[in-house]
């Protein structure tokens, strides 16, 4: 019992003190010994840090580097090459200021669905939704919450083979790929965005039958802000723009499904006998498509580039922070996941629903991701400690391991974005808006509408299975 609870006191700091912004680099070692420590075993911390926490985070690394790397070059080429500009101007220019808020979403949905990164989206597409808002007369405090429904949910969680680093974490874990149940995931992604959509427009009326418009904001042009699109502002033709885009998905489903499949993997297992390639090929394969696509970016604009050397170094260096945070809470999870009291909690999640480990997989990834405020972080914890027996479980009730996966995922998107995400807290700061202003609102398209989608999907996987 004292160990359980000093499991909770540590989950509820490592809550706090990152919604206080110290940064999980640091608090993730600290939660971990605080937790042995009123576990009454501090003697043996050391131990358990440099064999369990920093060998949980060396493990995350060696796997998830490569995703992470190229994830956030990519997205830098994107926005450095006018790719990103080109596409949300395209989607402006053909929906207009009169659908402004499905227009701000499409462009966030197309540019994240193919690979750029969430934060380049969302200092992309902010002076675009200023124009398009104050237009329309749309309250500015619900741009953060129409970015957030093109970023954060349909193209992060649900869509088959987006790129995310979510969807790409429970393939080793299940044997899975980023198409894990298609078809559920096109309902659940069809189920965010209407319901986010329709959430919005009727803010959106509200205010107007009210009286409230965009609202004074002296603010909505800063330097920092076009110096942060200044990269994008390169006219670029819409065919090159979009076929980066295309190559993530196109060239990852070929491998995936076509030329894997049809090689005989047998030296791979002889030179490497650890290798199950059947667990890692879906990870291969979003590795080539993101290759591909950065390739062909610096190609298609060779001579045109104003600082290539300077784009490819920022977008490597930015790789760095998201992945050590991500691969410090796995330690942090690992470290838990050795003490005694963590058979108590883990029993009783395994156990909340024994005939049908959908729900308690998604209870653990949902409660997770809120306490680290981190889909990624609350996944890959999450998986790192019971992906095993999820596994098993499913395998008992012939539930397939594809639609374990969808799931998780989206399970991980619910309670991600708590006030405390880093997300929120850097998507606010871009809008120059507080969570007062606009929090409620992200919630409700963060957090209802993924929340529906995840139980429709359990029903119609429940009844019908994966598809």
């Known amino acids: 019992?004292?160990?359980?609870?000093?499991?909770?006191?540590?989950?509820?700091?490592?809550?706090?003190?990152?919604?206080?912004?110290?940064?999980?680099?640091?608090?993730?070692?600290?939660?971990?010994?605080?937790?042995?420590?009123?576990?009454?075993e501090i003697g043996i911390y050391l131990?358990?840090?440099?064999?369990?926490?920093?060998?949980?985070?060396?493990?995350?690394?060696?796997?998830?580097?490569?995703?992470?790397?190229?994830?956030?070059?990519f997205g830098q080429l994107m926005a450095d090459s006018g790719a990103a500009h080109t596409i949300s101007r395209w989607i402006v220019t053909r929906l207009g200021d009169k659908h402004a808020i499905i227009t701000v979403v499409l462009a966030c949905g197309v540019l994240t669905y193919g690979g750029v990164s969430l934060f380049v989206v969302a200092f992309a597409i902010?002076?675009?939704?200023?124009?398009?808002?104050?237009?329309?007369?749309?309250?500015?405090?619900l741009i953060p919450a129409t970015i957030a429904l093109g970023a954060f949910t349909f193209t992060m969680t649900a869509l088959p083979g987006t790129p995310s680093i979510q969807n790409a974490i429970p393939i080793p874990y299940y044997g899975t790929n980023v198409f894990a149940a298609p078809?559920?995931?096109?309902?659940?992604?069809?189920?965010?965005?209407?319901?986010?959509?329709?959430?919005?427009?009727?803010?959106?009326?509200?205010?107007?039958?009210?009286?409230?418009?965009?609202?004074?904001?002296?603010?909505?042009?800063?330097?920092?802000?076009?110096?942060?699109?200044a990269g994008a502002r390169s006219s670029m033709p819409l065919f090159l723009a979009l076929l980066p885009l295309l190559l993530v998905i196109s060239v990852n489903a070929?491998?995936?499904?076509?030329?894997?499949?049809?090689?005989?993997?047998?030296?791979?297992?002889?030179?490497?006998?650890?290798?199950?390639?059947?667990?890692?090929?879906?990870?291969?394969?979003?590795?080539?498509?993101?290759?591909?696509?950065?390739t062909t970016l610096v190609i298609s604009r060779l001579g045109r580039w104003s600082d290539l050397r300077g784009t490819i170094n920022k977008g490597v260096f930015g790789f760095m922070l998201p992945l050590f945070n991500t691969a410090s809470e796995v330690g942090y999870g690992a470290v838990i996941a050795g003490l005694a009291g963590f058979v108590i909690?883990?029993?009783?999640?395994?156990?909340?629903?024994?005939?049908?480990?959908?729900?308690?997989?998604?209870?653990?990834?949902?409660?997770?991701?809120?306490?680290?405020?981190?889909?990624?972080?609350?996944?890959?914890?999450?998986?790192?400690?019971?992906?095993?027996?999820y596994l098993r479980m499913a395998h008992e009730a012939g539930i397939s391991p594809e639609l374990m996966h969808r799931v998780a995922v989206l399970a991980a998107g619910g309670f991600d974005t708590l006030p405390h995400c880093g997300a929120i807290i850097t998507l606010l700061s871009i809008c120059k808006l507080t969570h007062r202003q606009s929090y409620m609102n992200i919630a409700a398209v963060t957090m209802l509408a993924p929340f529906t989608a995840l139980a429709t999907v359990i029903t119609l996987g429940t009844l019908f299975g994966s598809f």
């Open 183 to 229: 078809g559920l995931g096109l309902i659940a992604g069809t189920v965010m965005l209407l319901g986010g959509l329709w959430w919005l427009r009727s803010r959106a009326s509200s205010a107007r039958e009210a009286g409230e418009g965009y609202g004074q904001h002296t603010d909505d042009n800063t330097p920092a802000l076009e110096d942060v699109n």
């Open 345 to 389: 909690i883990r029993d009783a999640v395994l156990n909340l629903t024994p005939d049908n480990p959908l729900i308690s997989e998604a209870i653990a990834m949902t409660v997770l991701a809120g306490i680290t405020g981190s889909s990624s972080g609350g996944l890959s914890i999450a998986l790192q400690t019971l992906g095993p027996d």
């Open 47 to 73: 131990p358990i840090y440099t064999d369990t926490f920093m060998k949980a985070l060396g493990n995350y690394v060696i796997q998830f580097l490569p995703i992470f790397l190229l994830g956030a070059l």
């Open 126 to 141: 902010y002076p675009i939704a200023v124009d398009l808002f104050r237009t329309a007369d749309i309250p500015k405090r």
């Open 254 to 294: 070929l491998f995936t499904y076509v030329l894997f499949p049809r090689m005989d993997m047998s030296f791979v297992v002889e030179r490497f006998p650890h290798i199950k390639p059947a667990n890692i090929i879906g990870l291969w394969a979003l590795i080539i498509a993101l290759a591909a696509a950065c």
């Open 1 to 40: 019992m004292t160990s359980t609870l000093a499991i909770v006191v540590s989950l509820l700091l490592l809550m706090y003190l990152a919604y206080r912004g110290i940064t999980v680099l640091l608090l993730a070692p600290l939660m971990a010994g605080l937790a042995v420590l009123l576990s009454g």
